[in-house]
């Protein structure tokens, strides 16, 4: 039997975080090796509101993908590809566009609550940004697409856009199967100063961090802001380094970084050591793989030239019978 296909795409913003780490593409690594997966870089999306930037978009697009190689993606196991060098996906967001109702878009809650926070992002390319995604995963009859318990609503569009279209054209025998959202626990890693991870915030660790800077970012955190002196008791949940231990360190640790913090037995410098050290070990593999294709871009060219060529055969036999069913094929 063929495996099912999941799809799942991810922003090119450059060389990713310990946040995109744990919270998506550490759950991709798994899928790879139980489904037949498509993973591509969404960089019609990231122009959606950041139309204006394009000096450095080429760059974040390799800086990541080498990031998801390094990370453990296998060309050989998944289907790695850009979606700007796929037209099928723009043609079928077109005809998808045809029969979707404007509401359905505007009622995005994501849609309404940034064009209220900047009025620059009332584009139609922003509007129209989750039917594009729905093309995304439509075009290659994905099963799952793995998301968390807050993009679920994008999951339930696209659903809702295939129903429509099977329901117009194709009633009796459905071309565009509807999408389950596959919910995984999301490891949400916080940043180094207690907010979430992101470099806009800057309080990021990159996956491929040096050493040396991983030791001094972690030592500089911020720690419990009521134990100002050594002697002073702390309690872990009001300091951004227990988030850390939670995610990296085994229960025998969490359990004397949490006695040794309330009983003032270990300092903060103490309890961030364990932290550093698992976080570097993490990262040695990854900068190691890093470093082969880092040496070689073409290879990394290669591949996403592969896996591109790999998509646009499915999306083409897609957009076959689309056009079929909309009485377009003459």
Known sequence: MPRQRVLSGMRPTGALHLGHYHGALKNWVRLQQAYDCFFF?????????????????????YDMVVDWLAAGLDPEQC???????????????TLLAMSTPHS????????????????ELATYGFLGYPLLQAAD???YKAAFVPVGEDQAAHVEVTREVAR?????????????????????????LTGLDGQKM???????????????????????????PQRVRRGDPGEPTRCPV????????DSDTRAWAEQGCRSAGIGCLDCKQPVIEAIQKEQAPWRERADEFLANPK???????????????????TLKEVRQAMGLAY
Not at 199 to 222: F, H, L
Not at 308 to 315: D, L, P, Q, S
């Open 164 to 188: 429509r279209f099977n329901h117009l054209y194709c009633p009796e025998t459905p071309i565009l199967p509807e999408p389950q959202a596959l919910l995984t626990e999301t490891s949400r």
């Open 242 to 249: 227990w988030a850390f231990h939670q995610l990296y360190s």
């Open 79 to 93: 289907t790695l590809f850009i979606q700007s060098r796929m037209p099928e996906h723009a043609e079928l967001f």
């Open 41 to 61: 870089v969404a960089d019609w999306h990231a122009l959606t509101t950041h139309y204006q930037d394009k000096s450095v978009v080429e760059r974040n697009v």
């Open 299 to 317: 290879q990394v060219h290669w591949i996403v030239e592969v896996g591109t060529e790999r998509a646009r055969a499915v999306a083409r036999k």
């Open 104 to 119: 359905w878009l505007e009622r995005m809650p994501s849609y309404k609550d940034q064009v209220e926070k900047n009025r």
């Open 198 to 224: 992101s470099k806009s915030y800057g309080n990021a660790i990159a996956m491929r961090e040096a050493p040396e800077v991983v030791e001094d970012k972690i030592r500089r955190m911020p720690t419990d």
């Open 137 to 139: 995963i439509l075009i």
